[in-house]
């Protein structure tokens, strides 16, 4: 079981739990404003079938991985991270899933490295391609807040002050609470912030590269963020076996609403791979 994993110099925290003989572990990659916590009531489930479930804070959030450019949050840097967990955990593949951001990078690692995935599990974010198609189909309102985010400094105002509750409270309650000791008071405000700003610097190919392992896609009918045209026009960038989940009546953050449901997901993906697939 490890602590930490490194890459070029930074070093990344990990939740590492259940067993550490399963054949092949599970990655679980958070999003945005998350932590790996946003996964411990998934994970339970998920050891006690007997899975080894890791979980990293990622570039930006673990606080001896936190580069000062943005050109360090770009997509080929954050998918080559989750490249060298697999390489500390000695695992030649991974069963991979990811929830917002993270389902941003799962999505780029399946296509650059599909030899070392074995099951992709990908929660809200569909595939880059689909998300781009669905732009003019009702997706770009729903992403105004990026364009909010590459302003310097501004955003970084906004979400410290609704945290804190000096300004406008930002989700429920318990969402803003998270959001300020988890996020805010823990500085990893801005690294998660510069994974938008690198969205520019990005690989362009990966828009049109379609996923060629097993997958899984799963999202939610109340989720403000993400439109029906992105998530149905996955089913198009998969050419391998394939399920596309709806959550009725859930929002954006799937982990937390329905970790069961997820658990459910996940263990089923995995379970459709062969024995031989496994070895």
């Known amino acids: 079981m490890i602590t930490e994993f490194s890459r070029g110099g930074y070093i990344f925290d990990v939740i590492d ?54 050109r360090d949050y770009r997509m080929s840097e954050l998918g080559a991270d989750v490249i060298a967990l697999a390489d500390a955990l000695d695992a030649p593949r991974v069963h991979l899933v990811g929830h917002d951001w993270g389902a941003a990078v799962a999505w780029a690692v399946a296509a650059d490295h599909p030899d070392r995935v074995a099951t992709l599990t990908a929660l809200a974010v569909p595939h880059p391609g689909a998300y781009l ?38 989700g429920s309650p318990g969402f803003t609470e998270t959001l300020r000791t988890d996020i805010v008071e823990y500085g990893a405000l801005t690294g998660g912030l ?55 009546g859930v929002d954006h ?15 089923a993906r995995v379970a459709s791979i062969s024995d031989d697939d496994e070895g």
């Not at 009702?138 to 105002?157: A, C, H, K, T, V």
């Not at 362009?204 to 997958?215: A, D, E, Q, W």
């Not at 992105?230 to 989940?245: H, K, N, Q, T």
């Open 17 to 70: 739990s259940g067993p550490a003989d399963s054949a092949i572990p599970v990655v679980l990659l958070h999003g945005f404003p998350e932590r790996a916590s946003c996964w411990e009531s998934v994970t339970p489930i998920l050891n006690q079938a007997g899975l080894r479930t890791v979980a990293p804070d990622q570039r930006g959030y673990s606080p001896r991985a936190r580069p000062g450019q943005v």
């Open 133 to 170: 198609r669905a732009m003019p189909r009702g997706q770009l309102l729903r992403s105004w807040y990026m364009g909010l985010f590459q302003i310097p400094r501004l955003p970084e105002w906004l979400i410290s002050t609704g945290a804190s509750g000096r300004g406008p409270q930002i």
């Open 194 to 248: 510069n994974w938008y700003r690198a969205m520019r610097l990005g690989d362009r190919s990966l828009y049109g590269r379609k996923i060629t392992v097993p997958t899984t896609y799963m999202w939610a009918d109340r989720d403000i963020f993400l439109s029906r045209a992105g998530a149905r026009g996955c089913a198009a960038m998969v050419d391998a076996p394939y399920e596309f989940r709806v959550l009725e």
């Open 253 to 267: 953050w799937i982990p937390q609403r329905r970790p069961e449901v997820v658990a459910e997901a996940i263990l």
